[in-house]
């Protein structure tokens, strides 16, 4: 069975650093596209990035460039996204996801977990 | 960006309806859309990919059609368990960006 159990969501102040992390199983991590999918308070879904299966290609919005860097390591089935420079604006359930390849969308998803960025 | 337009915003129907749903797309995106559904309280469900893929384990019930710019999801007979939220996505070009949602509710 797929699983992907996202970790590492909490309060943080405004202008502060936060990993997030992902832990994959069920399936062979090391073959798939994965995605974060964000998802503010009471709001839509927003796209952040995604990684290439081997780790060599990461593509991302423009609103975290310069902040936010994602990574994987294969060896340990997890997906990582590490937050700095964190905004209120930055408040959101964080979902971790699988791609179905790299232009067939996501196929699944997390549970989420939640960042809260306040004072 | 791409930006993704859905109509109606929210809607109001009965179980055994049929429901459409469509999204516009401000760029031509061929067939790269996908449909999802969440329910509240959890995370979505992919449901169509590539416009009219039927995702594993989704009933027959839900279809997609399109193409370009201009695409639908239709419900043929709405079931208790369909009333949720909706976002059609394009991944046609980075960033893979989602429409803002049709909320479907129980009349």
């Known amino acids: 069975e797929v699983q992907l159990v996202e970790s590492g969501g909490g309060l943080v102040q405004p202008g502060g650093s936060l990993r997030v992390s992902c832990a994959a199983s069920?399936?062979?991590?090391?073959?798939?596209?994965m995605t974060w999918v964000r998802q503010a308070p009471g709001k839509g879904l927003e796209w952040l990035a995604n990684i290439k299966d081997d780790g060599s290609e990461t593509n991302f919005v423009d609103s975290v460039k310069g902040r936010f860097t994602f990574s994987r390591d294969n060896a340990k089935n997890s997906l990582y996204v590490q937050m700095s420079s964190l905004r209120v604006d930055d408040t959101a359930v964080y979902y971790c996801?699988?791609?179905?390849?790299?232009?067939?969308?996501?196929?699944?998803w997390g549970p989420g977990t939640l960042v809260t960025v306040s004072s | 960006d791409i930006q993704l337009t859905q109509s109606p915003s929210s809607l109001s129907a009965s179980v055994g309806d049929r429901v459409t749903i469509t999204c516009r797309t401000s760029?031509?995106?061929?067939?790269?859309l996908n449909w999802y559904h969440q329910r509240p309280g959890k995370a979505p469900n992919l449901l169509i990919y590539?416009?009219?893929h039927l995702q594993s384990g989704v009933p027959p019930r839900f279809s997609g059609s399109g193409s370009g710019t201009d695409f639908t999801l239709t419900i043929s007979s709405l079931q208790p368990e369909d009333f949720a939220t909706y976002y059609c996505q394009q991944s046609s070009s980075i960033p893979y960006t989602f429409g803002q949602g049709t909320k479907v509710e129980i009349k």
């Open positions: 590539a416009t009219s």
């Open positions: 069920g399936f062979t991590f090391s073959s798939y596209w």
């Open positions: 996801t699988r791609g179905r390849g790299s232009h067939y969308g996501v196929d699944y």
């Open positions: 760029q031509n995106i061929a067939s790269y």
